[in-house]
């Protein structure tokens, strides 16, 4: 899988393992103020992941945000949304992607 460079110097995020390896597809994204530098705040989990199996860090990667986006291009237009941001991405029986703000509900367009 070849990266797909859309954002550049996008940093790295922490991803489940479950996105990583295909097991599940991106639901949650959560964006924190970033830890370093290099870390751009954003944690990102599959639907089947778990608060036990988020808890083991051999659960999570740091990956390039590209990387990310090559797996799930949904991901891209929601880059730029600040820390505090709590997202999920549902799609639908067609295949198609949309993104909620878990607290109020609203749907965010892009």
């Given amino acids: 899988m070849g990266t797909f460079d859309c954002i550049p110097r996008a ?3 922490v991803v489940s ?3 990583i390896n295909g097991v599940a597809p991106v ?3 959560v964006r924190h103020e970033p830890l370093n530098p290099m870390d751009n705040g954003w944690r ?3 639907g089947i992941d778990t608060d036990e199996f988020i808890a083991d860090p051999h659960n999570m990667a740091v990956v390039d945000y590209n990387t990310l986006c090559d797996i799930e291009p949904a991901c891209i237009p929601v880059f730029a949304l600040p820390a505090g941001s709590d997202i999920q991405l549902i799609i639908d ?3 198609r992607r ?3 703000d878990s607290n109020s509900g609203d749907e965010l367009l892009f």
Avoid: A
Wanted: positive net charge.
């Fill in 93 to 95: 029986d067609e295949g």
């Fill in 17 to 19: 393992k479950n996105v």
């Fill in 11 to 13: 940093g790295g995020c």
């Fill in 27 to 29: 639901r949650w994204m």
């Fill in 98 to 100: 949309r993104w909620f």
């Fill in 44 to 46: 990102v989990f599959s």
